[in-house]
């Protein structure tokens, strides 16, 4: 069957593949230094003195640092959703596969770890370890563990309740046989999904910390950092404000986009829909 | 631990107002007094600290001297804005070689009516004196000289001291010696009782805490009749509010990069002041390859000090060369900025002879509640880089920075941070100090230099002391701020100087 | 519903509970002894002592937490070893900051959101429908607190119009106070209005394809009609199901907003409570946000059940 | 005979490109009984649908559908609702599902009251009430506090009739009223719609794949496939003489209730039903026909007068 | 034939309690099944019909062996119940896991029952008697039509080579002009191997023509067990006589022609 791709995957894959590009590119070059600091040609504007976006308060490259700064965005989204995805995912199949007591334990869990703000969450971390990056990563990591558990039970759940699922139990298919075999392939997409979204909800929780202090430490450039550090300026550099908040703004943007153009490719409603009409 | 190396120094650049000239303008103001229109008679100021508590023996933090310190409380001397010593609660005072003999106010009462006497001093000063009743403010150093503190009459005090001291009455005006009364110190921290011209009205907490004049005052009375000072922690937040009238006047300003905003329009009026406070990058000299005057001297060449200058105060600091700054509180300044010039090719040798030149990783400690540290970590990096020094950076806060740097292990190579206290050069005659800089022939020049009452002997004793100190290179000397202080262009006798550690207000009004 | 709210109360019960051990469990394992930061330099052994006595920190832990929860049951929240001042007052006095502004920041995603979304849903294949569900996804991808900035570069810096930052006290200027809060408050507002502005759309697409709408309107009614008597109410469900969770993020969203104005709330108390190792205060102000997420949740649970007489007969 | 009901010419229903009604042609004699029969996918829901002018976004109505002198095709969207809920009414296959969960019984049923006869609250109340025990409803005033989910499936769909007579219209459409529904309580539901459209003389469109029930209550069968009526006429001759290749093999594909199968075997349609737009082009069936030739490629009108059939090769 | 049954079901009872609605209120239960008695012989064809929630499906589910009796027991005398009774469902969209292909789903059983067969064999005959061409195993579900679907599950529910076929509304979401097909193919394959089968529906015209002997359930309860013929000529319980006159029937039939 063929079918459209929905227009919000094509521009979400386009934003996000451009954001994983310049964090690769990064890697290996930046147009300078981006920790080269060059007092004498500070608060220059585009193109002045050879800063192509200009230069922030202490002279450094502007689009290096934004260049560099996607490397640490990429790297927070990633660990995060891996520790979200490693913990979370299996919580919420057992919770979905044997129910009762452990569903119970896992859910109520959840609850309360689900009352806690993300970002408290990630000041209260901040303060009982060193903040710094991992301690963001973890924090946010943890603070997405319960809607990773509930999604996947949910889904789970779903899955459980299909009939196919029920041929397989008639013939004493075991816990771990459902789970591997049935579960997780049928809720892979909602994992895909839930996973794009946190994505970018990791991108906004690390430019937040980062901006309070509390999440990546100076000296490795970051897009929250850079943000909080122009805020003195934005009377003599106002794009200073700007540039690393557009970088931020189209990340976030790019992977709810593709979270929305996965789902939409995969909702079985949708392509009902489609085909009813 | 004799260190007086406290919170509130570090704040008074970080959180308090940084004042300049203020004397001249006060005399030059007097004529241009009301002509019809109503007198405005409350001043809003904005403070980017705001205290702990109320209580000038209670913490370290800046803004509670600053705030109440002969505003609110009094000590038996205050300090000019320049750093003299003027007579306060006491009127007058005999020195006879190691005895101070203070002669005090008669009229002097708290703000709850009850007379000042010799006592309270007594208290107070026995109170600070003594271990077991100590308060928390640690400035226990300040009484190390004295012996002992005698009533002589209800109207005079004799305090004893063990030698002769070039600054123990210096101290003497800083916040925890504020004179506090035994029946009120107890509540102190909420509800302030001193002997000041203004009286405490309320603390609205975050926000706003408001003085009122003391008209019972035993001296000139205040000419404002209210002072309000609003916290307001943004740099920005607090230059706009001057500029949408919601201040009066910025304590201090940070935002230095709005300063020419400010200088070019007639509604407000700059002051700059003297250099206060000596901003240097921390070396611990027991450190590993720090412990080799090789790298340490490599470390200091790698430094511009101009790139910090401009990269942080925009211009408005003065290079140091050692640990003193060119105001009139430390009168034995000397220049020793060409000891340890600016020159990373040099440093790059001296590296490569002390057998780094291949690399070598050192861990700085910036304070991220400064902003000047935080920067000049970034600077640092930037220049150390280029000598072939790596820099890993870990941030902490001034709370975890005393608990794990200043007192604790002290695991750290660099940091950075304002040693804003005034003559606070007897620290690198401690060898326990948190820079680990052992010299026992420069503790002794120390211990010399503060006996000699003699001005010519003693300041030449601490002129070699600061070449000593920077040839050495214990620490990174980079530069003293100059204080700045912004008010509404009708404000007359604003403190504009930061030697003393209070915004005083008294003979603050508006034109 | 009687029996029902009694149940919820005793879950809630629980997952405070829970979250207090939680939250205590944390706290203390913070390193660094508070003593020893309060005491700083003039730090002696037997002062240490005394201090530490005097906090109650020589009690074993299970005793602190006990005198901790029930303190906080009988109102009695502490009092802050840094600055000797009772938390209570203090956050009652910080919450005249937070309360004003998270509700201004409901206020203002209510009014964006509920018309905006209303019109993206029924629009939602038209261009102007369109246009709103992108500008409402750009919305969300905006970080609260650039959000801020922008607004404070645009109003404060460019135009002049308000202070970027600060706050006036009620007391002092209500005036004053109200334009203080009239920054953060949009810039909290706009971006939470952008995420509720997704949930009403999508809530009034769906409700637009029930049977129960085809039904309405073979009834005779117009497709507005149908839409005012019978979508709208069933498109509140899901939105309130949601305003719990968007109250939970505009608690956080308030914490940064409340840095990035300096205004002095709950959040700038906690991140420099934090700062200070002010651990009395840590703690009682997590556990506050955490109930207050707990309670509206029960709030929005039971509210939901009210207007749902499918879920409220059960 | 009195004029029609209703008449449709050439009714064409379009999703984007593709055609799900083909041009369908009929005609609702006044008072008639008429069942619509189809398998899913055959268009027999947006046949009806589009009379109503309740189609889908984006789903659009071609061609003419005339109602007492006007083609509604060409009224404006108010006069259509004006007729909708009064003069033509529907009721619909899943009876939880189109009744409004939120609202009470009662106020549903007085809606087409209130919107069309103007009656006031109390009013109409009433006029639910009566309307509610014509349905025969157990304990009416009660029910009309009900909300829908307290109510069984049977009885939501009293309502959903209810309301659908409240007007006393011209034309009830039924789509698949009974499908949702237990066998003993579809007996009960049908006997009750034909009961209310006897007594009133309203012109009956219903809608069913169950040729069964069509059997039971129409006297007149349409019968549907890819989009195209292949079949007319009255129930008897239809089913006794079926025309068309693929109403025969649907005859025949149901099980007799009434006597065992001599072989055990039920003869069968070879295939599936096509999904939209994937029906041959020419004769819709053609590809699962056991007559199919050369000329079925292309498609054959509807042919005769009292029984018309679109085939090819019909049956005599 | 074997002198007892295949499955003895005797007094069952089977209870569900509904989810607590708050944790003060007593948890409800609902019957689902109430002492029921059936056998079921080698090659028996046996129909359960009754309204929906009249217990059909969860007496499946407990021949099935998915969950015990709550009273009562069911014995099964054959060897292995695992693998002898299996199951097709109603809706084959819910019955087939989307992410595995025709060969992967058919093949499923013998894998977790551990039947050494040769796989591709095997396949190939079970395609070849539900009539899927073989080139269907590796192609996904979603990409078959509805009665293709069903094929695939009855296919998997042969692979273990079971004595037991238990169906629940196998054709009710098919098209009509495709149940023919699905019925037909049930027919046969009940013939072919000798199959015992139960089957469960609303339809009776379905049940008649698959089913010797017919089991009416109302409420949890069988309440009339006969063989398909008599029940039709003569039903005793007042609710198959209900049952019976409910059927909306074919007033008018093609009269039977001469096959081409």
Redesign the interface.
Known sequence: MRRRLPPSLLAGGVLVALVVLVAVVATIWTPRNPTQVDVVRRLSGIGQNGFLLGSDQLGRDELSLLMAGARTTLLVGVVTVVIAVAVGVPLGGLAALFGGALEEAVMRVSDVLLAFPALVLAILFAAVFRPGTVTAMAAIGIAFVPSFARVVRGAGLQVMEQDYVTVARGWGSGPLRLMVRHLLPNVGSVIIVQATVAFAIAILAEASLSYLGLGTTPGTPSWGLMLAEAQTYLAQAPLLGVWPGLCIGLSVLGFSLLGDGIRDLLDPRLVERMAQT | MTAGFTRREFLRWGGAGVAGLAAAELVAACGAEGTGRVRKDTLTVGIVQEPTSLDPTADATASIALLLRDNVYEGLVRLSPNGEVLPQLATSWQRQDNVYTFHLTPEARWHDGTPFTAQDVKFSFDRAMNPSTRPPNPHADYWEPVQSVDVVDPHTIRVTLKEYSFNFLFHMGAGSASIVSPRTIATDATHPIGTGPFRFQSWNHGASLTLVRNDAYWGRKARLRKVVFRFITDPTAMNDALLTGGLDAIGQVEGTQQLAAFKSNPRFRVMEGQPVGKVIVTINNASGPLRDLRVRRALSRAVNRRSWIEGIWNGYAVPIGSHACPNQGEPYYIDTTSINPYDPAQARQLLQAAGYGSGLTLRLAPISDFAYSMQGAEILQSELQEVGVKVTQQPVRFAEWLATIFTGPQNFDLTIVDHVEERDIGNYGNPAYYWHYDNPTLAGWLRQADADPDQTSRNALYAKIQRTIAEDAVNIFVASPHSLAVTAADVRGYPSGAVSPSLYLADTYFA | MGPLILSRAAGLVVALVAASVLIFVVVNVLPGDPASVILGTAATPGALAQLRQQLGLDQPAWVRYLEWVGGMLHGDFGISPISRIPVGPEILQKLTVSAPLALGGTLVALVVAIPLGALAGIRHRRPSGVVISALSLGGMAVPAFWAGLLLISLFAVRLQLVPSGGFVPWSQDPLGSLTSLALPCLALGLVQGAVLTRYVRSAVIDVQRQDFMRTARAQGLSRWQALVRHGFRNAAIPVVTVLGIQLTSLIVGAVVIENVFDLPGLGLLLFQAVGNRDLVTVQDLVMLLTAAVLVVNLVVDLSYRLLDPRIRAR | MSAPALEVRGLQVLVGETEAVRGVDFTLEQGARTGLIGESGSGKTLTALAVMDLLPDGLVARGEIWYRGRDLLRLSERERSRLRGDRLTMVFQEPLSALDPLMRVGDQVAEPLRLHRRLSRTEARARARELLERVQLPDPVERLRAYPHQLSGGQRQRVMIAMAVACSPDILIADEPTTALDVTVQAEILALLERLVREEGTTLLLITHDLAIVSQVCDQVLVMYGGRIVEAGPTAEVFSHPRHPYTLALLEAIPPIDQQLPNGRLTQIPGAVPGLGEFPSGCPFRTRCLRETSCCSTMPEMAGTSHPVACWHPLS | MSSSPLFEVRGVTKRYRLPR?????RRREIVAVSRVDLDLNDSDSLGLVG??GAGKSTLL?LL???EPPDEGSIRYQGEWR??E???V?Q?PT???????TVAE?VL??LR??RLREPMSTRLSELLDAVGLPRAAADRYP??F????RQRIAIA??LA?RPRVLLADEPVSAL???????I??LL??LRDLYGLALVLVS?D???V??LCDRIAVMHRGEVVEQQQT?SL?TAPTHPYTV??L???????????PRPS?
């Open positions: 609605t708050s944790v003060f209120a309204d929906s589910r099935l062996g998915l695992r693998r009774v299996q199951i469902f809706d819910r019955a087939l896991d989307p992410r595995m789903i499923e059983p977790v029952l979603h990409e039509s509805g009665g293709q998997r529910a273990p098209d009509v002009s495709v149940r023919a097909q019925l037909n027919h046969d609303h009776l015209s379905v008649r023509h013929q039709f209900r049952l006159e409910a059927i909306p029937r074919l007033r008018w039939r093609p009269s081409e």
